[in-house]
């Protein structure tokens, strides 16, 4: 028996104003992240998949279609009926070095949904937020730190303990490994892996690197110019892809486990002739 999706999105439609009219980011996209599940969507840069994560967690307001979070639809709430919902999907953002208040302790950082969520004692909140500091594989001593004295794999640990905090159901992860060395992107999937065996957490794990996805994700959809072209389990999908964007997807991805992610480029040619892509380093002009 298939379980009830904790989520699940629906025929989502989000379009921005540009000079000339609308431009479409993402066209129809549906899928279902069952409890305690992890789905990955894969795609070069530009396919539509960090604007589906600002949707899910209503950054931004879907132009139509349905966001449905345990059978209610919030991609139109307004916030008033939004934001006790807000604290069951939160969101593990790309950048560790900007996504995070220079300003504020680690402490305080953390600290800060529980107060929004209604913890009214600093002594409550500040022990909580010891110990999800504790829990995401932080010492004590980093509770009295402020940002710029943490590494980027640190910095993305206060930023899941962040998310924590509100005590999620679901975390959307925005390429939160991109900007991180291989070393460290193991640490921090490893410690994904296992808040989700502890807590039950499901994940929604965007990507352009298919080894971050390979290592979290059970299911994963594949898009293309903000339409999901391939889907279904994540081994199958990978290892035997039907579609010819999807090989070559494969082909120019680079795994976490050889180099530091770089996106995924030269793809466009390569479908047409199912044919290797050009590595990124090996483009005319390319930079790492």
Same mark, same amino acid.
């Given at each position: 028996?298939?379980?009830?999706?904790?989520?699940?999105?629906?025929?989502?439609?989000?379009?921005?104003?540009?000079?000339?009219?609308?431009?479409?980011?993402?066209?129809?996209?549906?899928?279902?992240?069952?409890?305690?599940?992890?789905?990955?969507?894969?795609?070069?840069?530009?396919?539509?998949?960090?604007?589906?994560?600002?949707?899910?967690?209503?950054?931004?307001?879907?132009?139509? =279609?349905?966001?449905? *979070?345990?059978?209610?639809?919030?991609?139109?709430?307004?916030?008033?009926?939004?934001? &006790?919902?807000?604290?069951?999907?939160?969101?593990?953002?790309?950048?560790?070095?900007?996504?995070?208040?220079?300003?504020?302790?680690?402490?305080?950082?953390?600290?800060?949904? *529980?107060? +929004?969520?209604?913890?009214?004692?600093?002594?409550?909140?500040?022990?909580?937020?010891?110990?999800?500091?504790?829990?995401?594989?932080?010492?004590? =001593?980093? +509770?009295?730190?402020?940002?710029?004295?943490?590494?980027?794999?640190?910095?993305?640990?206060?930023?899941?303990?962040?998310?924590?905090?509100?005590?999620?159901?679901?975390?959307?992860?925005?390429?939160?490994?991109?900007?991180?060395?291989?070393?460290?992107?193991?640490?921090?999937?490893? *410690?994904?892996?296992?808040?989700?065996?502890?807590?039950?957490?499901?994940?929604?794990?965007?990507?352009?690197?298919? =080894?971050?996805?390979?290592?979290?994700?059970?299911?994963?959809?594949?898009?293309?110019?903000?339409?999901?072209?391939?889907?279904?389990?994540?081994?199958?999908? *990978?290892?035997?892809?039907?579609?010819?964007?999807?090989?070559? +997807?494969?082909?120019?991805?680079?795994? &976490?486990?050889?180099?530091?992610?770089?996106? &995924?480029?030269?793809?466009?040619?390569?479908?047409?002739?199912?044919?290797?892509?050009?590595?990124?380093?090996?483009?005319?002009?390319?930079?790492?």
């Amino acid at each position: 028996m298939t379980p009830t999706p904790l989520l699940a999105v629906e025929d989502l439609v989000v379009e921005y104003p540009v000079a000339d009219g609308v431009f479409r980011a993402v066209d129809g996209v549906s899928f279902a992240v069952p409890p305690g599940g992890a789905l990955g969507v894969v795609g070069e840069s530009g396919c539509g998949k960090s604007t589906i994560a600002r949707s899910i967690v209503r950054l931004l307001r879907p132009t139509r =279609g349905r966001i449905l *979070l345990d059978g209610t639809d919030i991609a139109g709430l307004p916030e008033r009926r939004l934001r &006790p919902l807000r604290k069951r999907v939160q969101m593990v953002f790309q950048d560790p070095y900007g996504s995070l208040d220079p300003h504020l302790t680690a402490e305080e950082i953390v600290a800060e949904p *529980l107060r +929004l969520n209604g913890m009214r004692s600093g002594a409550a909140r500040a022990r909580r937020a010891a110990a999800l500091i504790d829990q995401v594989g932080l010492p004590a =001593g980093a +509770l009295q730190r402020r940002p710029a004295e943490f590494s980027g794999g640190q910095r993305q640990r206060i930023g899941i303990a962040r998310a924590l905090a509100g005590g999620p159901e679901l975390l959307v992860c925005d390429e939160a490994t991109s900007a991180l060395d291989v070393s460290v992107q193991a640490q921090v999937l490893q *410690l994904l892996r296992e808040l989700q065996t502890e807590q039950g957490l499901a994940y929604i794990v965007i990507s352009h690197n298919l =080894g971050v996805v390979r290592e979290i994700s059970s299911e994963v959809v594949v898009m293309r110019a903000g339409r999901i072209i391939e889907s279904g389990p994540t081994g199958t999908v *990978l290892s035997a892809p039907a579609d010819p964007y999807t090989r070559a +997807l494969r082909r120019a991805a680079l795994d &976490p486990t050889t180099m530091r992610g770089r996106k &995924p480029r030269a793809l466009v040619s390569a479908i047409a002739a199912d044919q290797e892509p050009v590595a990124a380093d090996q483009e005319p002009g390319a930079t790492q």
